[in-house]
């Protein structure tokens, strides 16, 4: 079966630590890849996606992701980290041409002023 | 993101209740899905349409029923509320009718969060 794995279930930093969190899938075919944010009290908000092209993409608050085909990761990553990026992060794998999102586990990130 | 809306956002309720939980869009999305959330296994999928006319089982939908009354609402039931149905529900939304057939990128409502006695 179709899975998401996020091998980081919390992480603790300090500011201006750099970040990077894995994603792993299991799934040969074609697929749309999300980082999504959820911070403490809010709904999951899209940080990223890959669909093609590039496979570095750049999101919002300085995060990017990079897809390596060959292993099938999408690791989050962002040079410096502040204090306003604690939060849950989470994985997401489109299957292309079907409705099936899978969601990783989520990584509880927690940043020490 | 304001242009997905739940009602109601915490709700309290005891075994047995038939619960309703609301949403709402204003982003012209034709799809919407029904997640809940659960501590240490993410979101998962209980039930999802492509149109009004069609609504589909994701991989949990057992204890639970949908209704889509038009293309921006799509309610989730409860109809007899159990204790382990006590989680984060969330609603989602996305459009399959851009570039290349679809964004596929999923929005999200606010959540509803639901305790079960």
């Known amino acids: 079966a179709q899975s998401v794995s996020q091998h980081n279930h919390h992480v603790i930093l300090s500011e201006a630590a750099s970040l990077e969190l894995g994603c792993n899938y299991s799934?040969?075919?074609?697929?749309?890849l999300f980082w999504y944010v959820q911070y403490p009290g809010q709904h999951l908000q899209l940080l990223l996606k890959?669909?093609?092209?590039?496979?570095l993409v750049k999101g919002i608050k300085g995060f990017e992701a990079e897809f390596i085909k060959s292993k099938f990761s999408f690791n989050l990553r962002k040079p410096s980290v502040q204090w306003s990026d604690t939060a849950e992060y989470f994985c997401a794998v489109k299957i292309s041409g079907t409705y099936k999102y899978i969601f990783g586990t989520g990584t509880r990130l927690k940043v020490l002023a | 993101d304001a242009d997905v809306t739940q009602t109601p956002r915490n709700r309290i309720t005891k075994t047995g209740k038939r619960i309703m939980l609301e949403c709402s869009q204003t982003k012209g999305h034709d799809r919407m899905y029904w997640y809940r959330q659960d501590p240490g296994l993410g979101l998962r999928l209980i039930y999802y349409?492509?149109?009004?006319?069609?609504?589909n089982k994701g991989e949990i939908s057992d204890g639970y029923s949908v209704s889509r009354q038009a293309q921006a609402k799509f309610s989730l039931s409860l109809e007899s509320a159990i204790p382990n149905q006590t989680a984060l529900y969330f609603c989602?939304?996305?459009?399959?009718?851009?570039?290349?057939?679809?964004?596929?990128?999923?929005?999200f409502g606010p959540g509803t969060r639901l305790t079960v006695l």
């Open positions: 799934y040969g075919g074609t697929v749309n």
């Open positions: 890959y669909f093609s092209g590039d496979p």
């Open positions: 989602a939304t996305s459009d399959s009718r851009g570039l290349a057939g679809g964004t596929d990128t999923q929005y």
């Open positions: 349409s492509f149109d009004v006319k069609d609504i």
